[in-house]
């Protein structure tokens, strides 16, 4: 299997067409067409299914192109770290990471990397606890923060004194926006807009069993941007951190912060026994030494 044929195949599953993905990565038809083939053979499924007009992955083929993909990002940005091994430190460092407003110490981190002359590009992968994990046991992330308790052994975890502020994002005409914060029980008959992971892994802890078996749940997201869109459309009220939204700028919004649950607190998780890029290393370092070792200046 190498990987211009991967190249092959995750081009012909985005275009949809065989003729066009050849043209595109400039080769003839018959040659990707046989390379396919081969490849099909070699795993021993049908990955697609020709149409008059078009290209139809199977099941199959489906699960063969998130694979597909991941082999290929990792093989770029194995050749990317070993392009910069000149003992240099540009490069990329791959971070996946909430959304939450603790990240703005990966960026205070890198441009302090930035004015030491260190030109890190940094590629942020917003995911929740699982996709997270996911993607740095694969080796596609260097280092992973989340705000979901991990305790696995085949981790470092340093628990970080960030944390974040559960609350609702509701309109201004809420009834519970005339409350200064609101409570588990001002939402549990509430129609209510969450994220997937939040609704699975902290309600069972925050609500009874009862309670959890009534909730009202009208949809989740795993972007708090779609969520508040949904909120603007009177589809219910959103759970998710202060600061993600600015009200401000969001007219007939408001926040009011839950009580009755703990603060979210950030974790950063890299694998044991498994070496860091150059570019996450440094970044490691100055990250400890500025927001760890001088505690003082988080949650500035």
């Known amino acids: 299997m190498e990987n211009r044929v991967l190249r092959y195949f995750v081009e012909m599953a985005r275009v949809g067409n065989m003729s066009k993905a050849a043209s595109n990565l400039h080769v003839t038809q018959p040659t990707m067409s046989r390379q396919l083939k081969e490849l099909e053979d070699e795993l021993n499924v049908k990955l697609f299914h020709r149409t008059n007009y078009s290209i139809k992955l199977t099941e199959a083929g489906i699960l063969f192109l998130n694979r597909a993909r991941d082999i290929l990002s990792l093989v770029e940005k194995t050749k990317a770290e070993f392009a910069s091994s000149d003992k240099r430190l540009d490069g990329n460092l791959y971070i996946g990471c909430p959304e939450s407003d603790s990240i703005r110490y990966i960026a205070k981190t890198v441009m302090l990397l930035k004015e030491k002359g260190v030109n890190i590009r940094t590629h942020l992968h917003s995911a929740n606890a699982n996709d997270a994990l996911e993607r740095l046991n694969k080796g596609l992330d260097d280092l992973t923060f989340t705000v979901h308790d991990i305790r696995d052994s085949r981790y470092n975890i340093i628990d970080l004194p960030l944390y974040d502020q559960w609350g609702i994002l509701l309109k201004e005409n809420h009834p519970l926006a005339q409350k200064k914060a609101v409570s588990l029980e001002d939402i549990v008959n509430e129609p209510l807009i969450v994220s997937k992971q939040g609704y699975e892994q902290l309600f069972p802890q925050w609500f009874s069993v009862d309670s959890y078996s009534k909730l009202n749940i009208a949809a989740t997201y795993n972007l708090v941007y779609n969520g508040t869109l949904f909120v603007k459309e009177g589809l219910g009220i959103c759970l998710i951190f202060s600061k993600l939204v ?21 974790k950063l998780i890299w694998r044991k026994n498994s070496p860091l890029s150059p570019q996450a290393t440094v970044f490691l370092k100055v990250f400890k030494r500025e927001f760890l070792l001088d505690a003082g200046k988080l949650g500035g």
């Open 246 to 266: 600015s009200t401000e700028d969001n007219e007939g919004l408001t926040f009011r912060p839950l009580t009755g649950v703990p603060k979210a607190s950030l």
